[in-house]
């Protein structure tokens, strides 16, 4: 399991955010590759948040990427939706 803590702004309303992530594992599917993952997030002035254990399709070079860039990518699509 890969851990990363990293601050980002929200996606939609620029509030700061503190975010834990935990990858829990990258596999090849036919089709790119899945990542189960879930995260704790804490927004300047709201509730914590925690998406809990998450099982999101991604493109093939998924499994390549550093665990820091997947997680800011995978909280990105998550927090803008």
Do not use: D, N
Not at 5 to 22: A, D, I, N, Y
Not at 50 to 78: C, D, I, Y
């Amino acid at each position: 399991m890969e851990h990363v803590e990293l601050s980002m702004g929200h996606p939609t309303t620029g509030s700061p955010c503190q975010c834990s992530v935990w990858i829990v594992s990258r596999h090849a599917t036919q089709g790119g590759a899945e990542v189960t993952w879930h995260a704790k997030v804490r927004e300047q002035g709201q509730a914590e948040r925690e998406f809990g254990l998450r099982h999101t399709e991604l493109m093939e070079g998924a499994l390549l990427l550093p665990p820091e860039v997947l997680a800011k990518s995978l909280l990105t699509q998550s927090l803008a939706s």
